[in-house]
């Protein structure tokens, strides 16, 4: 039944094409699989990806946890995971209101569609990208259809969106470059493209370590600070104009990290170490996860 795994060594630095690069950090699966993955840092830029890689990473996202967090199954996690989630869609809405004026939105890897639907009964144009069949059959009636695979990207006609949203998604794209084109050509002038990303430099990932939760290998292919996505954005000619918190991940990712950890009081312990972590992140404004609003001018 278990099938051997073939790895795949990334041969130069994602952003800066840097063949140089040292092992940053040696971790594992603790999601799913449970086996052993490696962080490598570029040791010219300084960026930080999985490497090596599985060749065949659609095992690594076959557990329905990953892309519906049990929406319908009950249990703590994800009675927590959906009660986050209501009041986040609620969060981005009025944060993607204050930033545009135009009613169109790409959700790139909108998972079951939840914040499309939300949107969509707002008056909004609602259109989803995801590349996982269940999740975009589930996506497809939370949305009245309009929900795609990956290839329909490079179907779509230039500046068709006023917002573009990457919601914790570029962090497990392939292609990342050739994903950056395609958003920049698909973004209206005066749009906004909005990435939602952990941040290796928060207080919860310096306290967790190999364990942290938003590691999360092999499925996460970078690890994302500020700085290591404003080269990315350089690089594509593309500008960061706010970096705003994303509070509620702390807890998530401590609760995480700690069940990872073995701790049976994981509950509390997330709670005290969530909480410590946004008291820390807010001196410098490096929360456990960051939204990026980069506009296209
Ligand atoms: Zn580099």
Redesign the pocket.
């Known amino acids: 039944m278990k099938q051997k795994t073939i790895l795949k060594k990334i041969g130069e630095?994602p952003?800066?094409?840097?063949k140089k690069s040292s092992l940053y950090m040696d971790t594992q699966d603790y999601f799913y699989s449970q086996e052993p993955f490696s962080i490598t840092q570029?040791n010219?830029?300084?960026?930080l990806y999985t490497n090596p890689v599985p060749q065949n990473m659609f095992k690594y996202y076959q557990t329905e946890k990953y892309y519906s967090h049990n929406t319908a199954s009950g249990g703590v996690v994800s009675e927590i995971y959906s009660l986050l989630r209501r009041l986040n869609i609620k969060k981005k809405y009025n944060l993607l209101n204050k930033i545009t004026s135009g009613k169109s939105i790409l959700d790139v890897g909108c998972g079951t569609g939840e914040l499309l639907g939300y949107f969509k009964n707002k008056g909004w144009a609602t259109m989803g990208i995801e590349p996982n069949d269940k999740a975009r059959a589930i996506a497809y009636n939370n949305n009245d259809g309009n929900i795609y695979g990956e290839d329909h990207l490079a179907e779509l006609k230039p500046k068709s969106f006023d917002i573009i949203t990457l919601w914790h998604v570029l962090e497990h794209v392939e292609h990342l470059n050739t994903r950056m084109e395609e958003l920049k050509r698909l973004i209206k002038k005066g749009g906004s493209l909005v990435f939602a990303l952990p941040n290796i430099n928060s207080p919860d990932s310096k306290k967790y370590g190999a364990f942290w939760a938003a590691l999360d290998v092999p499925r996460h292919l970078y690890h994302f600070n500020e700085k290591s996505f404003k080269k990315l954005l350089a690089k594509h000619g593309l500008k960061l104009v706010s970096s705003l918190p994303m509070k509620l991940d702390s807890y998530y990712v401590s609760m995480l990290s700690e069940k990872y950890m073995g701790n049976s009081l994981y509950m509390p312990a997330a709670f005290i170490n969530g909480t410590i972590s946004n008291i820390k992140a807010k001196k410098n404004n490096n929360y456990s996860s960051m939204i990026f609003v980069v506009r296209n001018i």
Do not use: G, Y
């Open positions: 630095c952003i800066c094409s840097s570029c010219e830029c300084e960026f």
